[in-house]
């Protein structure tokens, strides 16, 4: 069974960093472009960034560009989030997923970040 | 950046009826739309992929249909478990979007 799992999510303050992990299992992970999505409070979905299977490649929206990094390590099949500079607005519930062809399809359950003084 | 616009917003339904749910792109996504379901606390989980396509799964009740830029998402007779938020979403251009989602509930 494929499955996803996030963690790091957390009370910060704006400006401070956290690191968002995600567990992949039941697939070859290192086959898969990966990418985070994040849902704001009671809002939308919102495509935050991607990797290349080979973690050769990262694409990020605009938004975070400069202070978001991806990553991945195919030897412990997980995924990272690097996220400095936090803002007010960075608050979500962040998702990773695996997003090949750029359809997205698992999703793991989500972290929830709040980015609050 | 593509933009997405679903309607309706809401719509209020009773089970076994059916369901009409529409995207609209602002420009040609040919036919690289998807359709994700979620429910309240719960992830989304992939409906349709590339307009018509039923990710594994996926009751025969869920279809998609369109092209270019108008499409449309069917559930032929609602279950109680369809009440939920529906978004589309498109991988014809970067960066991939979303649309704002179409709620889906009991009338």
């Known amino acids: 069974e494929v499955q996803l799992l996030e963690s790091g999510g957390g009370l910060e303050q704006p400006g401070g960093s956290l690191r968002l992990s995600c567990a992949a299992s039941g697939f070859t992970f290192s086959n898969y472009a990966m990418s985070w999505v994040r849902q704001a409070p009671g809002k939308g979905l919102e495509w935050v960034s991607a990797?290349?299977?080979?973690?050769?490649?990262?694409y990020y929206t605009d938004s975070v560009k400069g202070r978001f990094t991806i990553s991945r390590d195919n030897s412990k099949n997980t995924l990272y989030l690097q996220m400095n500079s936090l803002r007010g607005e960075d608050t979500a519930i962040y998702y990773c997923a695996n997003s090949n062809g750029g359809i997205f399809d698992p999703w793991g359950q989500g972290t929830l970040v709040t980015v609050s003084s | 950046e593509i933009v997405l616009t679903q309607s309706p917003a809401t719509l209020s339904l009773s089970p076994g009826e059916r369901a009409t749910l529409s995207c609209r792109a602002s420009q040609s996504v040919s036919s690289y739309l998807a359709w994700y379901q979620q429910k309240p606390g719960q992830a989304p989980r992939l409906l349709i992929y590339d307009t018509s396509n039923r990710a594994t799964g996926i009751p025969a009740r869920f279809s998609g249909s369109g092209s270019g830029t108008d499409f449309t998402l069917t559930i032929s007779s609602l279950e109680p478990e369809d009440f939920a938020v529906y978004y589309c979403?498109?991988?014809?251009?970067?960066?991939?979007?979303f649309g704002p989602g179409t709620k889906v509930d009991i009338k």
């Open positions: 990797i290349t299977g080979s973690g050769g490649s990262t």
């Open positions: 979403q498109q991988r014809s251009n970067w960066p991939v979007t």
